[in-house]
């Protein structure tokens, strides 16, 4: 979670296509159309509202990749 954190701190992200270029393998969610990070050797989810004109990343949950596919997002 540190090292993500690094990384998002020091990232520029315009636009999604350049969040992904650091994250590659994030998604949005398609009913919230928040960020779902996938981090820890993707054993861990991250979700976090992600305003790119702010430049803010509001992380609402981190979980498990397990509890992660019960989740309805």
């Known amino acids: 979670m540190q090292r993500?954190?690094?990384?998002?701190?020091?990232?520029?992200?315009?636009?999604?296509p350049a969040l992904r270029q650091t994250f590659p393998a994030t998604d949005l969610?398609?009913?919230?159309?928040?960020?779902?990070?996938n981090i820890g050797g993707n054993k861990y989810r991250v979700?976090?509202?992600?305003?790119?004109e702010r430049e803010a990343l509001l992380i609402e949950?981190?979980?498990?990749h397990e509890k992660y596919n019960r989740e309805k997002l």
């Open 47 to 52: 979700i976090a509202v992600v305003n790119l």
């Open 61 to 64: 949950e981190v979980l498990t």
């Open 4 to 16: 993500f954190l690094e990384i998002a701190r020091a990232a520029d992200w315009p636009h999604f």
């Open 29 to 37: 969610g398609r009913k919230t159309n928040k960020a779902i990070f």
